[in-house]
């Protein structure tokens, strides 16, 4: 009778444990992005939109250097005119442009005695201690950004459960009001002899907040459930239960 072959449990188990070493940290980064992706973009999010408030603050309390920092960080991504732009610690939060034609508000002009067609000037205007200092990121930006995040904020409280917004409704209600304020100004203030039958128009901080609001929370709804379907597919029953077949 031959002897029973006898297996080591530590020689056998070897190769699983090393397979599973050698999946462990690809595995494991997955496993990590699909449950904590939103809550990175959440973050990176209200970093993006934090830093730019912080530097009026900055330049009030005196740390000039640091704000300083701040405003060239975010020069590449935003524009920074002065009269599109919200203003702290000043005698009014905005600065429009005469073209606005705001009532009951000064204009960047009268306070500031630059010419606003001196895109330059508005640029590096960031304020001082009658007129307060700028947020480093012009108002329709600070709208999308804010509109990006707080959908992403009730999107994490609704578990994820959000359907995507259908691609035409974004193209309606994220493009649509943001396309026709930004470019109807644009184009009218353009120096073409075949736009002259348009009259000069300057958006107000009202529309521009409004409009970039739309334009970040229909994104965030059209994108952040989007990517939830791409990173953690719903399985074949999650499917069928949603479609509302029973299951004896």
């Known amino acids: 009778m031959s002897p029973i072959e006898q297996k080591d449990p530590i020689k056998d188990s070897q190769p699983e444990i090393k397979e599973e070493t050698d999946r462990s940290l690809s595995s494991k980064i997955g496993d990590w992005f699909r449950k904590k992706y939103l809550l ?14 912080v530097a009026p603050v900055l330049m009030k309390t ?27 610690f000043g005698e009014q939060s905005v600065y429009p442009r005469q073209l606005a034609k705001i009532d ?15 895109l330059r000037s508005a640029m590096a205007f960031r304020g001082d201690e009658t007129l307060g200092y700028k947020i480093a990121l012009c108002q329709r930006d600070l709208a999308i950004y804010g509109g990006l995040l707080l959908f992403g904020l009730l999107f994490g409280l609704t578990k994820r459960k959000i359907k995507p917004l259908p691609w035409l409704l974004w193209i309606l209600l994220a493009l649509g009001p943001i396309g026709l304020d930004g470019f109807s100004q644009l184009l009218s203030q353009m120096d073409l002899s075949a736009l002259t039958w348009l009259l000069p128009r300057e958006s107000t901080p009202i529309l521009r907040v409004l409009t970039g609001a739309m334009f970040g929370w229909f994104t965030a709804w059209f994108g952040f459930p989007s990517i939830e379907e791409m990173v953690n597919p719903p399985t074949k029953l999650t499917q069928m239960f949603h479609q509302g077949k029973n299951y004896d």
């Open 62 to 88: 005196g740390a000039i250097g640091v704000a300083d920092k701040i405003y060239s960080m975010y020069r590449p991504l935003c524009h920074q005119l002065a009269y599109r732009s919200f203003f702290l």
């Open 40 to 53: 990175v973009i959440n973050l990176a999010l209200a970093i993006y939109i934090f830093l730019p408030v």
């Open 104 to 118: 009951g508000l000064k204009s960047f002009e009268e306070v500031t005695g630059l010419d606003s067609d001196d």
